[in-house]
């Protein structure tokens, strides 16, 4: 069945690019209603803004929705990761700026009020979309790849000259928790040699190494505390795909791989996706296909602590 909340939960930090408050509260919705966000510091006008691949304005360093109206909400990767790696369907994200809050970089935080808030099950079938033949695109080096499959796999590669980070790759089935368990308290990351291009550039402007982002700089790591994950970063990549992919308007049973791969990619494979005659199909989900979808099966004891550290 289709899920949304049991009740509200708020989310108070700032935006990763723009360094400006924001508050962010998730509300519960009826079955069908899918996963809109609402600009409630627009008075007059469309403040609507659904969760869609087609409303994707693609960036390189986000996800921006825009409606037709030109109203946005950016960086909504990360509370989609942590929507879908926790089973929900159709909530409506009320929003008082552009940006999503940034919380630890992570999906961790979203992942953690959700559950605490609890889910509630709606009187409807779960509508996904299987994919029926393989899709790929390929930009500048980078590809991105959905290959048929009977549940939600992702596959990522990376390749950094930083040393610190080097060339990572992780396989993960998607089942029932291991979202939360394997991937969501995995932090945004970037390059210090990056850091000074964006910021110069009016981004990155709410971004704190160790408190809210990781910078690695050549053999040097700034995390606060230390590294989740000795393979944080390739982890990151794949949280960030799974939120790209819950744009596609419901759960995706696929594997998706990606090969130094980033937003914009998956978006441009989801269009290629819908756009290429049978390579999907929208079906209504029996116990057995959703027993399959992310977030299934979920417990509080399996979600990461504050405190898990590797170094």
Partial sequence: MQNTL????TFDGVGLHSGKPVRMILKPASAGHGICFRRTDIA???????????RVERTPLCTRLVNASGVSVSTVEHIMAGLAGCGIHNVMIDIDGPEVPIMDGSSAHFVRGIMQTGIQRLAAPVTAYQILKPVSVSHDGATATLLP????TIEFHIDFAETAIGRQSKTLDLRNGAF???????????RR?????MQANGLALGGVPGENAVVFDGPQVESGAG?????EPVRHKMLDALGDL????GPVFGHYIGERAGHSLTNTLLRAVFATPGAVRQVSCDAAMTARLPGQGLVWAEIPTDARRVA
């Fill in 6 to 9: 049991k009740a509200s939960v």
């Fill in 44 to 54: 007059l006008g469309n403040t609507m803004v659904p969760a869609l691949w087609d």
């Fill in 149 to 152: 499959s009977n549940r939600l």
């Fill in 180 to 190: 939360a368990r394997e991937l969501c308290d995995s932090r945004t990351f970037c």
């Fill in 193 to 197: 040699v990056d850091v000074e291009s």
């Fill in 227 to 231: 590294l989740r994950h000795s393979d």
């Fill in 246 to 249: 819950s744009l596609a308007g």
